[in-house]
């Protein structure tokens, strides 16, 4: 059961359709569930408003936070889908898991969000390239400084209209970080949780100041994890590689899933495997390296045109990157309802 209060006015009239950018406008509603005495309590749609939180709730100190990321799309006949949230779900709940964190039953949290992207459905946009980013999150509310896992917990979910991802899409130069790791085999780095990403954030601002756009995460082997807060891959003799989640260091992507499936479609082969730095610059050493590029929600794909590692860079001519090219817009055709959605990946509401 949703209890839902709307709001008395909208802000929808004062927001610029024309310049979204990315999670900088928010809707009029937002939903919160409340965790304590081992259950989850009503479920609650309300109009968007600060949190009063007090000062010794526990995600103020000791990073119990997990959130996810997936998005809703209008198509041109007016119907609205969400992509795949049933994955969202079963993801988040693994990150809860791993944070010892209570799960959430997949039915708060779906049809939570079908509710409440109902209810605001007028700030879906339609414009190329844009879409409702749906923001769920959980954080720890117990109010208590002893280190433990909280006994209470607020589930909620925020809805933002956005443009792309990257204001002006671009193709991008990446750094092999050698320095600062993201993820290591036994940590948290198949959770999405806050803690994760506060870490890239010096490293992060570094490869900036340099003139990099992002970093591409490798662990102590040199084996290659993730390219910012994307999954990677690449077009290496007419094969797509990326590397395999059987180490726990990389984050399971919706995005990486759905392309490895159109891959597949497409009939090009796909390994997912440890693929070492040396492999890559070997690759570009002798011509077999085509495409690199990453895969997340909000991007959907980016291409890599440069990769640095220490004094060697890689370029490749993102003009002749024809296959994440075509993957990118087999994606967003099925997301928006302009091609016939195969595999069953969306809900409509
Ligand atoms: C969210 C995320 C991704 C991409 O996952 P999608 O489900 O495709 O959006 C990749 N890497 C990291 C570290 C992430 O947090």
């Given amino acids: 059961m949703i209890d839902i ?7 929808l009239k004062n927001t610029d359709f024309n310049n979204l950018g990315f999670g900088k406008i928010f809707t009029d509603h937002m939903l919160v569930a409340d965790y304590f005495d081992g259950n989850w309590q009503t479920v609650n749609i309300i109009p968007y408003q600060p949190l009063v939180l007090d000062p010794s709730a526990c995600c103020f100190h000791y990073g119990q936070e997990i959130f996810e990321g997936l998005k809703a799309f209008k198509h041109s006949d007016g119907k609205i889908s969400i992509f795949r949230p049933d994955q969202n779900a079963e993801r988040f709940n693994n990150s809860a898991l791993r944070m010892g964190m209570p799960e959430i039953p997949k039915e708060i949290f779906i049809d939570g969000l079908c509710q409440l992207v109902k209810i605001d459905q007028n700030w879906i946009p339609t414009a190329e390239g844009t879409s409702l980013y749906i923001r769920p999150f959980m954080i720890a509310t117990e109010n208590i400084l ?5 006994k209470q917990y607020k589930f909620i979910i925020i809805l933002s209209p956005v443009g792309s991802y990257f204001s002006v899409p671009k193709p991008l130069h990446i750094i092999i970080e050698e320095h600062y790791a993201r993820a290591v085999k036994g940590g948290t780095g198949n959770a999405k949780n806050a803690g994760n990403y506060g870490a890239t954030l010096l490293p992060t601002n570094l490869a900036n100041k340099h003139g990099f756009d992002q970093i591409l995460w490798i662990d102590y082997q040199k084996n290659i994890q993730e ?14 590689h990326t590397p395999s989640l059987s180490h726990g260091t990389i984050l399971d992507g919706i995005t990486r899933k759905s392309i490895i499936q159109l891959v597949k479609d497409m009939g090009i082969p796909i390994f997912e495997r440890d693929i070492n730095i040396s492999e890559i610059f070997e690759a570009s050493q002798n011509g077999t390296l085509q495409e690199m590029f990453g895969t997340g929600t909000a991007a959907v794909i980016l291409q890599i045109e440069k990769l640095t590692y220490q004094d060697k860079t890689i370029t490749l001519n993102i003009d002749t990157f024809k296959t994440s090219s075509a993957l990118k817009q087999t994606l967003i055709n099925i997301q928006t309802g302009a091609k016939k959605d195969t595999h069953g990946w969306l809900t409509y509401i």
């Fill in 146 to 150: 002893g280190v433990h896992s909280s």
């Fill in 5 to 11: 209060q709307l709001s008395s006015k909208s802000n």
């Fill in 227 to 240: 390219v910012g807060m994307m999954n990677v891959m690449f077009k290496i003799n007419n094969e797509i």
